[in-house]
């Protein structure tokens, strides 16, 4: 491979990479992307089946950033875009065994089930709850449980964790994990004031809130969109290739890649580090400012192991229409821990998409695993389905023989932004600071969800031009 020290080195063909590379590209920024797996996209994978579609992966984009739906439209895929239905708005929380649709309205709160009179009053007064200042960092649990009370962590905020993090809130950082809930209380002093209030100030920024951003698919599946980003950069993308070295030259960046084929090296003036935090462990990375001890010039990036990444196993079904009593019009349904069921939670794939079922038949996507039941995750796929089926069979009345099945097995799926995951962040900025030209994005530093990763590609991919263009007249 010839060396190009006026271009930029991505390393991870999930979603941020991708999207990084394709605006460096568009900004005419030599650029190519190594991945050490046989296909791009990450977890984003769709299945098209005996008139199923299955996401292995994540289900739906949120599009909380106007750079979503820019990335949609600069990639040609408008007219692919697909709205949920709007009949599935509902969104349910498991209690008594059952799926309870959530309040949609200040009175549909007053008035729900899912809490009791108790728990409803401790959220009317959270407004005067005073807020913490001493800078201590709480979990999720401590925050909530000080604001909102027990009831309401163990009967919704668990149960968001879960289907969210696959996470514990009692090891969940809510600074890190769930930033803009701690910045509600830091800048209003209340949760709720904090909704009010703040409102304006996101819709001046283009943004919105997660739990009111807009939802879309594509008509194939999610994996429509960085098929064809992977599309659109051509050879510019480098498949089975595993980048094993990094060494700090005059002019940028040395790599040391690893192909089937054998070894090779190649020169470029950036990198961009995108894939895992376990897999950015083990690369090396040579440079004098960043050695350690004895190790020299090496970076010492062990840290990076310590984060948690709990097993996750996704289970997709489809049954006759007439096999499950449950209407199954709404998103999906959220499960607590504390309701005794194994899955985490379960999305109404059919109703939330058109063409993911054939007619007369639903789809249903369930998660397995996570930090509340890792050891289930890595059941056998027939253990698994039938976990699946029992959970269904309670919660929603599904019956019979599945006539579609497909599970996908993540052992290392997700993230956590436990206590603590400020240092690991801490680390990448003082690594960026030390060694210019070498960046870090992803779900590992930028949230987790799909268009976190999105926003995460769009903005590293601004920071590389930025440098670039300062050191241009270094590297001429």
């Known amino acids: 491979m010839e060396n190009s020290t006026e ?50 992966g994540p289900n739906t984009i949120l599009e909380t ?16 875009r697909l709205e949920p239905d709007p009949k599935a708005k509902a969104r349910y929380v498991v209690r008594y065994k059952r799926p309870i649709a959530m309040p949609g309205s200040p009175l549909g709160f007053l008035s729900t089930s899912l809490f009791s009179p108790r728990a409803k009053l401790g959220v009317l007064l959270e407004p005067f709850v005073r807020p913490r200042c001493d800078g201590v960092e709480e979990s999720v649990a401590e925050f909530v449980t000080r604001r909102l009370g027990r009831e309401f962590l163990d009967h919704a905020i668990d149960a968001l964790v879960g289907g969210v993090y696959a996470g514990d809130p009692d090891k969940l950082s809510v600074q890190h994990a769930f930033p803009k809930l701690g910045a509600l209380e830091e800048n209003y002093g209340s949760l709720i004031k904090g909704q009010i209030l703040g409102a304006r100030e996101r819709r001046k920024r283009g943004e ?100 948690r990444h709990p097993p996750v196993a996704s289970v997709v079904l489809g049954f006759r229409r007439e096999d499950v009593a449950h209407p199954c019009e709404g998103f999906g349904a959220l499960i607590p821990k504390i309701e005794g069921f194994k899955i985490l939670g379960t999305i109404f794939s059919s109703s939330l998409f058109p063409n993911r079922a054939p007619a007369g038949h639903v789809t249903l996507t369930s998660y397995v695993g996570g930090e509340r039941y890792p050891e289930l995750a890595s059941l056998s796929r027939e253990a698994l389905v039938e976990l699946t089926r029992r959970d269904l069979g309670v919660l929603l009345g599904a019956k019979g023989v599945p006539t579609f099945q497909h599970c996908a097995y993540y052992p290392k799926a997700i993230p956590q932004y436990n206590l603590g995951y400020g240092r690991y962040r801490e680390l990448m900025s003082n690594i960026e600071g030390k060694a210019p030209g070498l960046f870090f994005a992803g779900h590992y530093r930028d949230g987790i969800s799909l268009g976190d990763c999105i926003v995460s590609g769009c903005n590293i991919s601004t920071r590389v031009k930025a440098h670039m263009a300062q050191m241009k007249p270094a590297i001429r």
């Open 7 to 56: 271009s930029v080195a991505i390393i991870g063909a999930g979603i941020t990479g991708l999207t990084a590379a394709f605006y460096l590209k568009r900004a005419g920024i030599p650029v190519t992307v190594f991945d050490a797996n046989s296909h791009a996209g990450g977890a984003i994978q769709s299945l098209r089946q005996d008139g199923y579609l299955a996401e292995s």
């Open 208 to 307: 919105v809130a997660k739990d009111r951003a807009p939802k879309f698919s594509f008509d194939e599946g999610l994996q429509v969109l960085p098929d064809t980003l992977r599309r659109l950069l051509g050879d510019a993308v480098q498949l089975n290739t595993s980048v094993t070295r990094l060494t700090q030259t005059p002019d940028g960046w040395m790599l040391d890649l690893r192909t089937g084929a054998g070894e090779s090296r190649a020169e470029f003036s950036s990198v961009v580090y995108a894939g895992t935090a376990f897999k950015l462990a083990e690369l090396k990375v040579e440079c004098e400012k960043l050695g350690f001890g004895r190790t020299g010039g090496l970076a010492d990036l062990s840290a990076f192991s310590e984060i």
């Open 65 to 80: 950033s106007p750079k979503i739906a820019q990335l949609v439209r600069d990639a040609g895929l408008e007219s692919r």
